[in-house]
């Protein structure tokens, strides 16, 4: 695995116009981001009633008081920056030795404020959309199985997994846009942030 400070690397090594590539119709940066929102806030939306309806089917459907100082505040934003960071390490346990190959990418673009991991090889199109969807299902679907299988509702795992979602609507949009336009025995490979695909190779 590989560290990076900036944009996403354009793995120059790789010549999709020699092998027959196609590229993945994908909106630019700045528009995934606007086209995100939304869903992003369908996805807290969702993640916040799928909790109320654990909560009184367990029957701690008790208000959440917060209060707001210094401490909450330097804890809080401490806790976001490690969601952050094992959001991004859940994308890596879906790639080929769990991301520890030279062919993975972990960054971060300053002028973005974007963290992201990056993979440089060939990936069959499911596993690459497991790698995508990885951190939704890890951090924001299973604490919520947790919840209502142990009745078990506490506001941080609440906190954590709503927040979750809503880092992941881009994911979510990524996810999509393979499955309807790669097909399902394809493979698909990164080349900065553009995606391609091929049919796969016997």
């Given at each position: 695995?590989?560290?990076r400070?900036?944009?996403?690397?354009d793995n120059?090594?790789?010549?999709?116009?020699?092998?027959s590539?196609?590229k993945v119709?994908?909106?630019?940066?700045?528009v995934?981001?606007?086209?995100?929102?939304?869903?992003a806030a369908?996805m807290?939306a969702?993640?916040?009633?799928?909790?109320?309806a654990?909560?009184?089917?367990?029957g701690?459907?008790?208000?959440?008081?917060?209060s707001?100082?210094?401490?909450?505040l330097l804890?809080s934003?401490?806790a976001?920056?490690?969601l952050v960071v094992?959001?991004?390490?859940?994308?890596m346990?879906a790639?080929?030795r769990?991301?520890?190959?030279?062919?993975?990418?972990?960054?971060?673009w300053?002028?973005?404020?974007?963290?992201?991991?990056?993979?440089?090889?060939?990936l069959?199109r499911?596993r690459y959309?497991?790698a995508g969807?990885?951190?939704f299902v890890l951090?924001?679907l299973?604490?919520?199985?947790?919840g209502?299988?142990?009745?078990w509702?506490p506001?941080?795992?609440v906190?954590?997994?709503?927040?979750?979602?809503f880092?992941?609507s881009?994911?979510?949009?990524?996810a999509?846009?393979?499955a309807?336009?790669?097909?399902?025995?394809?493979?698909?490979?990164?080349?900065?942030?553009?995606t391609?695909?091929?049919?796969?190779?016997?």
């Amino acid at each position: 695995m590989r560290f990076r400070v900036g944009p996403v690397p354009d793995n120059p090594g790789f010549q999709p116009d020699q092998h027959s590539w196609r590229k993945v119709k994908e909106p630019s940066f700045g528009v995934l981001m606007l086209l995100a929102l939304p869903v992003a806030a369908l996805m807290v939306a969702g993640m916040l009633a799928a909790w109320a309806a654990v909560a009184r089917a367990a029957g701690t459907d008790e208000p959440v008081q917060f209060s707001i100082t210094p401490a909450t505040l330097l804890y809080s934003l401490a806790a976001l920056a490690a969601l952050v960071v094992v959001h991004e390490l859940a994308h890596m346990l879906a790639l080929p030795r769990f991301g520890s190959t030279s062919a993975t990418v972990a960054g971060f673009w300053p002028s973005k404020l974007t963290p992201y991991v990056s993979y440089e090889g060939e990936l069959a199109r499911n596993r690459y959309i497991a790698a995508g969807l990885t951190p939704f299902v890890l951090l924001s679907l299973v604490p919520l199985l947790v919840g209502a299988l142990f009745a078990w509702t506490p506001a941080w795992l609440v906190a954590l997994s709503t927040v979750n979602a809503f880092a992941s609507s881009g994911d979510l949009i990524n996810a999509a846009l393979l499955a309807f336009q790669v097909p399902r025995r394809a493979v698909v490979r990164s080349k900065g942030l553009e995606t391609w695909w091929r049919g796969h190779r016997t």
